[in-house]
Antibody, heavy 113, light 107 residues
């Protein structure tokens, strides 16, 4: 069945780089788009970006200078990299597929020294 | 960027009551998706393509709208429907923005 699972460090220091992985199963990354969405504690959802099935990417313009999404299709993994982290980047990070039909469980990221 | 304005921000309903949540877009969008999120859980898709019910979603949920005005309706409120609801627009080009959310409580 379709599954997505986010992983990464729970704690990142300010100004450092965040690296998250979304490991998928039950489908091919060359057939489906994968989106990243984040949610600060107690706040709403923010669309961050997408890697399309063809490999192209699009980003939230507010995050674009700091954000990169890539993938390794052989490992069924999608990667999110975001630099210059600040405390406002604290939150739960989700990956999803099919316009939100399938979601990962999310990974909590805290930016703190 | 298309901005989605949800209303109300917070509301409460008694069991059996009808609930309507509105999502207004700053520009016309081709369709709207609605998600339900319960505390500590990932969002769950309820409605796709404005009015289609996602698999397994009770038929007391429905969606409608066009252009810049969309709505999610719960025909008869149940206790398990207490959650936060988000709209998301999927226009032809990104960013695919979310509304700010509506917290629905049971009376």
């Amino acid at each position: 069945q379709v599954q997505l699972k986010e992983s990464g460090p729970g704690l990142v220091q300010p100004s450092q780089t965040l690296s998250l992985t979304c490991t998928v199963s039950g489908f091919s990354l060359t057939s489906y788009n994968v989106h990243w969405v984040r949610q600060p504690p107690g706040k709403g959802l923010e669309w961050m970006g997408v890697i399309w099935s063809g490999g192209n990417t699009d980003y939230n313009s507010a995050l674009k200078p700091r954000l990169s999404i890539s993938r390794d299709t052989s490992k069924s993994q999608v990667f999110l990299t975001m630099n210059s982290l600040q405390t406002e980047d604290t939150g739960i990070y989700y990956c999803n597929r099919n316009r939100g039909y399938y979601w990962g469980q999310g990974v909590m990221v805290t930016v703190s020294s | 960027e298309i901005v989605l304005t949800q209303s109300p921000t917070t509301t409460a309903a008694s069991p059996g009551e009808k609930v309507t949540i509105t999502c207004l877009a700053s520009s016309s969008v081709s369709n709207m998706y609605w998600y339900q999120q319960k505390s500590g859980a990932s969002p769950k898709l309820l409605i796709y393509s404005t009015s289609s019910l996602a698999s397994g979603v009770p038929d007391r949920f429905s969606g409608s709208g066009s252009g810049t005005s969309y709505s999610l309706t719960i025909n008869t409120m149940e206790a398990e429907d207490a959650a936060t609801y988000y709209c998301q627009q999927w226009s032809s080009n990104p960013p695919f923005t979310f509304g700010s959310g509506t917290k629905l409580e049971i009376k």
